[in-house]
């Protein structure tokens, strides 16, 4: 029968269970999902965004790779469109050169699915799959991560990524033990927000209400209707869209805890919302011991970006963070942070489009910097 891609479904178990079994023996840390249907937003009828499970199967019986799609109604230029982020492929080509031909044979199989494609992730340009789709045509469009410090003491004493050497974990203990390094964290964040809030016209966002609510309301569709056509494109964040992505009291196993941020001004009105996730790490390779704090999704009008960032930071520090990161395309968003006192370190992650949703982005250098993204327009955030 050869090898065919078809649906994931419950006769696949086994054999996706070997299929992963074989990826840890050949050393690769990935695999793919057992169960069928997906534990997160699962595909219902009428749904504005949902997930589908895709198999490479070597006659009918061996699991070769998986893909996963996740459709999603968009608001592009001012217009409802379908986009769809590509998770994946996840292929026995990674330990088997024999079975390198289906990382591309995969990718024309999304295409013929769906067209509005994108990813979003990858650790760089070197990257074996990065190369792929650059070659299919794809654009790749760097994206930077932005951070801040709450606790410096813990920072300089629990991170991965900046004790990789005795003499830097010497020299950071000394930095912690004296407070040299919390004065001098705290005085670039300091710095950084006077001099870029000098350019702002955003000077009262700190007088704000923040109030942490178990799902989106009305009040969230005011919002998603007064300032959708503020952005070149975004994924829907009406109240459907968001409780269905976060269903009220359900929890995933890959993510810490989300928390839904409301953000409104002292007299009662709604200014925008943030979704934070808070979780304590244990030996994670970049951010060691440390309680970290993400930044996964935000919504409302650009310029309230700084006032809406400072109440998501505060909320995360109230729930213990240590360091808050986040990602974002849109630079009217990157420029808030900026405003709020976080650090921006640029292309450390890639927005790539295929080319079906580069003819829908058109003219890209002015729809790509006017696109809000968060995780969870992508897989979630997943391991954070």
Request: with cysteine; hydrophobic share 40%; aromatic share 10%.
């Amino acid at each position: 029968m050869g090898t065919q891609i078809v649906p994931h479904a419950e006769r696949y178990r086994d054999a996706v269970d070997a299929f992963n079994r074989r990826m840890r023996e050949g050393g690769s840390p990935f695999g793919f999902y057992v169960d069928p249907v997906p534990r997160w937003i699962p595909p219902r009828e009428g749904a504005p965004v949902w997930r589908e499970y895709y198999l490479a199967v070597e006659d009918d019986a061996i699991v070769r790779a998986g893909y996963a799609l996740k459709p999603q109604r968009w608001w592009v230029h001012g217009k409802p469109a379908i986009v769809t982020d590509s998770q994946g492929p996840f292929s026995e080509g990674a330990i088997d050169p024999r079975f390198g031909p289906l990382g591309l044979r995969i990718f024309r199989d999304m295409a013929k699915r769906q067209k509005h494609i994108f990813s979003w992730g990858h650790g760089g340009e070197g990257e074996l799959i990065v190369q792929l789709i650059e070659k299919l045509g794809w654009h790749l469009y760097p994206t930077p991560l932005a951070l801040r410090v709450l606790r410096p003491t813990e920072f300089l004493r629990k991170n991965a990524f900046l004790r990789d050497k005795p003499e830097r974990r010497l020299a950071l203990d000394f930095l912690a033990a004296t407070r040299l390094g919390s004065v001098g964290i705290r005085g670039l964040h300091l710095a950084l927000q006077a001099r870029r809030a000098a350019r702002s016209p955003a000077t009262a966002w700190r007088r704000s209400r923040v109030e942490v609510v178990p799902s989106w309301g009305d009040w969230a569709d005011g919002l998603w209707l007064a300032h959708r056509d503020a952005y070149q494109a975004l994924a829907v964040r009406d109240a459907e869209a968001m409780n269905c992505l976060l269903p009220p009291g359900q929890t995933q196993p890959e993510w810490s805890t989300p928390h839904r941020v409301r953000v409104r001004l002292r007299d009662g009105r709604d200014v925008g919302w943030a979704v934070v996730l808070v979780r304590r790490l244990e030996g994670h390779h970049r951010f060691g011991d440390l309680c970290v704090g993400t930044l996964a999704d935000v919504f409302g009008p650009i310029g309230e970006a700084p006032r809406i960032i400072e109440a998501a930071t505060r909320v995360m520090s109230d729930l213990g963070a240590e360091l808050v990161v986040s990602n974002q395309v849109h630079a009217g968003w990157i420029d808030g942070f900026d405003v709020a006192g976080w650090v921006t370190l640029p292309r450390k992650r890639l927005f790539a489009l295929s080319p079906g949703l580069q003819e829908l982005f058109q003219p890209l250098d002015v729809t790509l910097p006017g696109t809000l993204l968060g995780n969870l327009d992508g897989h979630g955030p997943m391991g954070m």
